[in-house]
């Protein structure tokens, strides 16, 4: 729903180079990598090259794709340097123990969606702000096992992917002056939010389109999108685009394709990381209404100045003492998360409401959780954030 109101730890590389044409060039595969993993080292340019991260000599690349195993270096944004003699081409990348996705960093280990607010303290007005919108409502996962039009889904497009014009205005809604404007690298087939095999296109809801793009590690976002020409061209309300290498947010009272200025990729639920028994990150959530403000890394105002509703960009956490015996499976994942990473006020809709992908595998953990063991919304606290910005 769109309101507008008037440290040697795991190794991503998030390779983008920096250096003009006409010279050498670096580039690091994979993108993102586990600790220990060797790394494909890519030069052009005249060869041997010496290898520097940050500074200090890792190797030498004598062939264009030498392979080189990286470690004891320290979570956070680092700088790959291949130099021979004075010409040298540099890349930045990220180490990071958070997640990775098609060989991306989803954002610094740094950033407000990875960081644990498991030992964070409580909010003053908590208790006031779960009583309003939350208790008497259970977690609600809301996306579908087999039913594609549920979920938000998402489409990786390669680093050549064709850039298409985006226009604005979709049903008379333009946010075009608070949008970062395209051309954008938007597959034709691109899937829709809201979707499903016979309606590709469809005429209404939030019609979200994501798009992360290899190599680059850029994360495109659109907000009320309309396919045009068979993907010719794209019209939306608005649209974003996010570097998962860096902790960037919109210009004040912005929105992005997310009501709150956030980006909707790192937030979202996927089955293959709650199989794997750790999500490490916190997960998008919707409630009925939110107050004029926000607060870091949120960027947008709601459109209350009821102070019982909170802030965009508030983070909620599954109290400690939540009992997780009934859980198993990615469904405990789920839990685990919740109490670790919490929650991320992100956009108004239903109370309680958890975005993530549509999968055919969720059936179990979507009946565990949404029939069998509710999680219920008075099992929540508010945690003590960044200073809030009132609108």
Known sequence: MRVRPSTAAALALAVLAAAPAAHAAVRVSPVGVRPGATLTVKVTGKRPQSLTVDGRRVATARRAATRVRLLGIAEGRHRLRACRGRSCSSAAFVATNGPILAGCPVLPPDSAWNTDISHAATAADSAALVGAQATGHDVHLDFGDTQREYGIPFAIAPAGQRRVAITYGTDGADYGDESDHGPFPIPPTAPIEGANAQQPNPTEGDRHVLVVQRERCVDYELYNAVRVGGGASWQVSSSARWDLTRNTRRPARWTSADAAG??????????????SGTIRHALRFTLPRARRAYEAPASHCGTTT???APAYG??????ASFDESPYSGPALAIVRALKRYGLMFADQGSSMFITGTTDPRWTSTIEDINQR????GAAFEVVAGPPVTNC
Not at 373 to 376: D, N, Q, S, T, V
Request: zero cysteines.
């Open 262 to 275: 956030l980006p909707i990729l790192p937030g979202l639920l996927r089955y293959d990381e709650a199989a």
């Open 306 to 308: 009821d102070l019982s």
């Open 314 to 319: 508030s983070r909620w956490r599954l109290k």
């Open 373 to 376: 063991h509710p999680i219920p």
